[in-house]
């Protein structure tokens, strides 16, 4: 895992409850729309010469929307366990390190702080929060490597 990717799973991290929230207003507005083409399908017209149910190329296409909404239903669960397992594993990673890399882990991702203003937070220079932030992300990105070596053999063992 390179330092990019590392720092895209603390961004993840930091951001997980925005990202979760964003995500089930997604899945909501996509279950009213099923609601709405369940409705369609279900509509009958009383009075109407020769009819007494909605039209078929109408049902149809009621039908294939709910089918497409609900694999994007499914695909949005998906990113939401994506998500979890990351929150998951850096919070587990985080159990790892001690209380200073924590802070600038917390205070860079959780509370969005420039380096300037973390430096000051933790009493070491700007450098110094450089060092310690380009460790910490060689170190999750071996913890990740371990978690998912680990997880693998647990597979195939």
């Known amino acids: 895992m390179n330092k990019e990717e590392c720092i895209k799973m603390f961004k993840c991290w930091g951001d997980f409850v925005r990202i ?22 279900a509509m009958t017209y009383d009075g109407v010469p020769g009819s007494s149910d909605i039209s078929k190329p109408t049902e149809e296409t009621a039908i294939k929307n709910i089918e497409v909404y609900e694999a994007e239903i499914r695909e949005l669960e998906k990113r939401i366990g994506e998500v979890r397992k990351n929150k998951d594993l850096v919070d587990e990673f985080l159990l790892t390190l001690d209380t200073y890399d924590r802070r600038l882990i917390s205070l860079r991702y959780l509370r969005r702080k420039s380096w300037e203003n973390i430096s000051m937070n933790i009493y070491m ?32 063992g």
Not at 127 to 156: F, P
């Open 20 to 41: 979760t929230s964003r995500l089930n207003d997604d899945i909501l507005e996509i279950k009213r729309l099923i609601g709405y083409n369940r409705q369609v399908r």
């Open 125 to 156: 220079s700007v450098r110094q929060c450089y060092r310690i932030h380009n460790k910490i992300l060689a170190a999750l990105g071996e913890y990740n490597e371990k978690k998912t070596t680990a997880g693998a053999d647990n597979i195939h």
